[in-house]
């Protein structure tokens, strides 16, 4: 077999149950593909703190050649990843950040950025004044502290827009559920919803559409992924009114990853852009995307086909070998 890339790769990642992640390791997988001989494990925190710091631990001592981590929160994961640096095994975050400059590289959307362009975009739809309620997701990670941060403060900039309302959805669907029933008890009436993520969004959306006095009120996510499932489609459908794009970057992790392995010069952040889809845009975003997945599943079977050939070249060598030694 070749093994031009005898490489062992372990990716510790927070959770692996949402489509977000999914599409990050379809990616990551997609790019392997070019890199023959390098493998790469996957294992699954799911949301647990704990579990992630003895992922961790375990791929030290089992000795991969490179760590790929998104961490769950700050905090609790810095110290492991640290240790983990300080051991010689290089390391690529991924998507979220931890309190340290001991890593190899980070790559990520702009978190701060996706909070600015929520705000413009918040004052686009409502102009100068109004009320807004924020769902965060985790506040102990990176990316819902720079997705707040950045939305407050460009909103506080530019108009007199009140933040009537907030509430920790904790990404997940029935958390947020319950965190816009708990607001919808104190804090109404409110113009807007800006949520941390799109599975949060559609699911407030939901419930505020089943309030005649809230069914008008906007509703924005962030992720805008491609798929039925994904925030353009939701989109599409009306069960959200905008998201803000958020790449995931899988496959530059594993380019970047066989980079670093090999030697090559590489960033110590790759930031990757963002952008506001909505009812104006999201049409042909869904087209694009429909496209590129044709695509992909043609080059997806072309490698198979590959690989089949190689394996009945493979036994036919066998075959010849045998004979040889007859
Ligand atoms: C997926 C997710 C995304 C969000 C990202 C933030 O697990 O919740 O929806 O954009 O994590 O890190």
Do not use: C
Not at 44 to 57: H, L, P, R, T, V
Not at 68 to 88: D, W
Not at 268 to 291: F, G, H, M
Request: a negative charge; proline letters at 4%; aromatic letters at 8%.
């Amino acid at each position: 077999e070749n093994q031009d890339y005898p490489y062992k790769i372990g990716f510790s990642q927070l959770t692996g149950d949402d489509a977000w992640r999914q599409t990050m390791h379809r990616e990551m997988v997609g790019e392997l593909l070019f890199y023959p001989g390098a493998s790469l494990d996957i294992r699954d925190a799911n949301y647990s703190n704990e579990k992630q710091i003895q992922d961790i631990e375990q791929f030290i001592e089992e000795g991969v050649d490179l760590l790929i981590i998104s961490p769950n929160a700050i905090e609790p994961i810095t110290s492991v990843v640290e240790k983990a640096y300080l051991q010689g095994i290089p390391i690529i975050l991924v998507d979220r950040k931890i309190d340290s400059d001991l890593y190899t590289s980070y790559i990520g959307g702009d978190n701060h950025a996706i909070g600015e362009v929520a705000a413009n975009y918040l004052v686009s739809l409502l102009g100068s004044s109004g009320r807004v309620v924020q769902i965060t997701g985790d506040l102990a990670a990176s990316a819902a502290q720079e997705r707040k941060a950045g939305f407050e403060k460009k909103l506080q900039e530019i108009s007199q827009i009140e933040i009537v309302g907030e509430a920790n959805g904790y990404w997940v669907e029935d958390r947020a559920r319950k965190a816009i029933q708990n607001l919808l008890r104190d804090n109404p009436p409110f113009d807007a919803v800006y949520a941390h993520n799109d599975v949060m969004a559609k699911a407030i959306k939901q419930e505020l559409s089943l309030l005649p006095a809230f069914q008008q009120v906007k509703v924005l996510g962030v992720d805008g992924l491609p798929g039925p499932e994904g925030g353009v489609a939701a989109v599409l459908d009306g069960h959200i009114d905008a998201t803000f794009l958020y790449p995931t970057g899988g496959d530059l992790a594993i380019k970047t990853a066989i980079d670093i392995l090999t030697g090559q010069p590489i960033k110590k952040e790759y930031i990757l852009q963002t952008a506001a889809i909505d009812s104006t845009n999201a049409r042909v975003l869904a087209l694009q995307s429909e496209q590129l997945f044709g695509q992909q599943s043609k080059i997806e079977h072309q490698n198979k086909l590959i690989s089949d050939q190689l394996l009945r070249f493979n036994a036919q060598q066998t075959i010849l070998l045998l004979i040889g030694a007859l």
